[in-house]
Each structure stands twice: as structure tokens, then as C-alpha cells.
């Protein structure tokens, strides 16, 4: 008996170290992986304020290079951005996932209709900064958010909640009476939000790798654009090397301007809510708009304030609703 009551004691000891060690270790490896999230977090939501935040500075940068025309800016950008995109992909060793690519018909077919979407949205916005146009471009990406969440009614059958509906109906109607009131409808702006919404939208089908979807996006037009500038370097009328040192260095720079705040953007959309990163994404189209009232004093015109007035309250509308809707789901 004393035996078996002192292998029991000895067994129940064992068991009570071995509980309060796993018990330590758990707690332990719990606080790591709450310490990872956390950190996690916080770098994801500094790097959509980067992503946001540089984009909408963008007007700064290609107001430097008014003095080239929009279409040599388009294609320089294209250009360099493609070379910057490969120089990443050779570094981190990547170059295959290319090749691999290209043996589906149908991501390729996607990935130039994504190509074709964002080039037109660069070629209008490049435009637009240079045309004293800053104000009705900002407008665009402030509709730009709602377009998205009606592309995905549409096309994904992802479901829209009353408040949501109520915002893109305030921002429909805005834009509709600026229409009235103008003459004419803000094409500038419409155009940038539906070019931007629909890339992402084709981004979503596609899912790929950010990084490698723009090396392939820009690659796919590369060709052009440095056909073009070829033939303007030719006829003696390319502004890189003929412009002032400045002019070239920023025009071989807008490739790396174009990929970094796109990775910042990739960072971020691993590491926060969709919803943060819906709140932090105005920050873009308010620091354009900031640029286009105050430092180039820009006079948007009575149709324009109509506009901007209901968008902002839809967008105002969208965002205070996020948590309400969030809590009943």
C-alpha cells in the first residue's frame, strides 16, 4: 500500500508539473502569435496610409512634368514601370511564375483587359493633374468605393445592405444633378472611378500575386509605349535627355513611383479588415483634393460643389454605417 501511495503521489506530482508547464508553453506560444497579429496590424494600417497617402500626392509629381505632353508621361510610365516590376520579380526570383502564366489562354485574356483598364485609368489621371483638373479627378476616386461595392452587386452577387444602397442612390443622384446643372456630365471624374473600379474588379477575378499581375500588365503594353517613345526620340521631340536633368530623372522614376505605394497596397490588404481599409483609402482622393483648392488654386464649378456635396455625404453615409452593419451580421 505505501508503495502504490507514494508511485500515485509521484504520478499526480508529475502531472501537475507537466500541466503547468504546458500550460506556461501555451500562454506563452498564445502571447507570440497575439504579439505577431498585433505587430501585423499595426505595419498593415501604416502601409495603407503609405499606399493611400502617396497616392494622393500623386498631383505634386506629375505637375513637375507639365512640360511633357500626358501621352510620353503615359508611356515613360508604362515603360520604367515595367523594367522596376522586372528588376523585383529577377530579386525575389520570380521570373518563372511568367512563363507560367502565359500557358492559361484565359488569365491572359484577363490580365490585358486589366492592362487595358489601367492604362486608361494612368492616361486620364496623368491628363487630368496637367489640365488644372485636380479637383474633378479627386471627385472620381471619391466615387470610386461606391462603384466597387456596386461591381460586386452586379457582377459577384456579394449582397449590399440598405445603408449601402442608400449611399450609392445619394451618390448617383449627386452626380445626375451636377449633370443638370453643368450641361454635361463630369466625364474626368466618371471615367477615372469606372476605370479604376473596374480594374479591380478584373483584379479580383484574376487573383494574382500583385506584384507579378503588374509586371505582366505592364509588360503586355511595354511594347507600345517604348515604340512611341522611340519614335518621338527620333523625331527629335522626346522629352527624356532633350528636357532638363530633373524632367529625365523623374520621368525613369515614375516607374518606381507607380510600383511602390501598389506593394504598400498589397501589404496592407493582407494585414487589416477590408472595412479599415475602406476607411483609410479617402485619405487619397482628400489629399488631392486638398492640392487641387489650395496649392493650385483650382475653381471647381457649381456643378462640381453639387457633386462633391453628394458624394461626400454618400461616402459619409457608407462609412459611419460599417460598424452597425458589422454588429448585425
Given at each position: 500500500?505505501y508503495?502504490y501511495?507514494n508511485?500515485?503521489?509521484?504520478?499526480?506530482?508529475l502531472?501537475?508539473?507537466?500541466?503547468?508547464?504546458?500550460?506556461?508553453?501555451?500562454?506563452r506560444?498564445?502571447?507570440?502569435?497575439?504579439m505577431?497579429?498585433?505587430?501585423?496590424?499595426?505595419?498593415?494600417?501604416?502601409?495603407?496610409?503609405?499606399?493611400?497617402?502617396?497616392?494622393?500626392?500623386?498631383?505634386?509629381y506629375?505637375?513637375?512634368?507639365?512640360s511633357?505632353?500626358?501621352?510620353?508621361?503615359?508611356?515613360h510610365?508604362?515603360?520604367?514601370?515595367?523594367?522596376?516590376?522586372?528588376?523585383?520579380l529577377?530579386?525575389?526570383?520570380q521570373?518563372s511564375?511568367?512563363?507560367e502564366?502565359?500557358?492559361?489562354?484565359?488569365?491572359?485574356l484577363?490580365?490585358?483587359?486589366?492592362?487595358?483598364v489601367?492604362?486608361?485609368?494612368?492616361?486620364?489621371?496623368?491628363?487630368?493633374?496637367n489640365?488644372?483638373?485636380?479637383?474633378?479627378?479627386?471627385?472620381?476616386?471619391?466615387?470610386?468605393?461606391?462603384?466597387?461595392?456596386?461591381?460586386g452587386?452586379?457582377?459577384?452577387?456579394e449582397r449590399?445592405d440598405?445603408?449601402?444602397k442608400?449611399?450609392?442612390?445619394v451618390?448617383?443622384?449627386?452626380?445626375f444633378?451636377?449633370?443638370v446643372?453643368?450641361g454635361s456630365?463630369?466625364?474626368v471624374?466618371l471615367?477615372?472611378a469606372?476605370?479604376f473600379a473596374?480594374?479591380?474588379?478584373?483584379?479580383?477575378?484574376l487573383?494574382?500575386?500583385?506584384l507579378?499581375?503588374l509586371?505582366?500588365?505592364?509588360?503586355?503594353?511595354?511594347?507600345?509605349?517604348?515604340?512611341?517613345l522611340a519614335?518621338?526620340q527620333?523625331?527629335?521631340t522626346?522629352?527624356?535627355?532633350n528636357?532638363?536633368?530633373l524632367v529625365?530623372?523623374?520621368?525613369i522614376l515614375?516607374?518606381?513611383v507607380?510600383?511602390?505605394?501598389?506593394?504598400?497596397?498589397a501589404?496592407?490588404a493582407?494585414s487589416?479588415?477590408?472595412?479599415?481599409?475602406?476607411?483609410?483609402?479617402?485619405?487619397?482622393p482628400t489629399?488631392q483634393?486638398?492640392?487641387g483648392?489650395?496649392?493650385?488654386?483650382?475653381?471647381?464649378?457649381s456643378?462640381?460643389?453639387v457633386?462633391?456635396?453628394?458624394?461626400i455625404?454618400?461616402v459619409?453615409?457608407?462609412?459611419l454605417?460599417?460598424?452597425?452593419?458589422a454588429?448585425?451580421?
Open positions: 500500500m508503495i501511495f508511485l500515485s503521489k509521484n504520478f499526480y506530482l502531472f501537475k508539473i507537466t500541466v503547468w508547464t504546458s500550460t506556461r508553453a501555451g500562454i506560444l498564445y502571447s507570440r502569435k497575439t505577431k497579429n498585433q505587430t501585423s496590424k499595426i505595419s498593415g494600417t501604416l502601409a495603407a496610409f503609405l499606399a493611400y497617402g502617396m497616392w494622393g500626392l500623386f498631383p505634386l506629375w505637375k513637375m512634368l507639365k511633357v505632353e500626358p501621352l510620353q508621361i503615359l508611356s510610365r508604362i515603360f520604367w514601370a515595367a523594367v522596376f516590376c522586372l528588376i523585383l529577377g530579386a525575389s526570383k521570373l511564375r511568367i512563363g502564366l502565359f500557358r492559361s489562354p484565359r488569365k491572359v484577363r490580365v490585358a483587359a486589366c492592362a487595358i489601367v492604362t486608361a485609368n494612368w492616361g486620364i489621371y496623368i491628363w487630368a493633374v489640365s488644372g483638373r485636380i479637383t474633378e479627378s479627386a471627385l472620381g476616386y471619391y466615387i470610386n468605393p461606391l462603384l466597387s461595392v456596386a461591381f452587386v452586379l457582377f459577384f452577387r449590399a440598405v445603408w449601402t442608400a449611399a450609392v442612390s451618390a448617383a443622384l449627386a452626380i444633378a451636377a449633370a446643372i453643368y456630365v463630369p466625364w471624374s471615367l477615372l469606372v476605370t473596374g480594374y479591380g474588379a478584373l483584379k479580383k477575378q487573383a494574382l500575386d500583385p507579378l499581375g509586371t505582366i500588365e505592364t509588360l503586355m503594353v511595354a511594347p507600345l509605349a517604348f515604340g512611341y519614335i518621338r527620333f523625331q527629335g522626346g522629352a527624356i535627355f528636357a532638363s536633368l529625365t530623372a523623374l520621368l515614375a516607374g518606381a507607380t510600383a511602390i505605394p501598389l506593394l504598400f497596397f501589404k496592407a493582407n487589416i479588415s477590408l472595412q479599415k481599409m475602406g476607411f483609410i483609402q479617402y485619405v487619397s489629399g483634393l486638398f492640392l483648392l489650395v496649392v493650385f488654386h483650382e475653381k471647381p464649378t456643378a462640381l460643389l457633386a462633391f456635396a453628394g458624394v455625404a454618400a459619409l453615409m457608407y462609412v454605417t460599417r460598424k452597425r452593419v454588429e448585425k451580421a
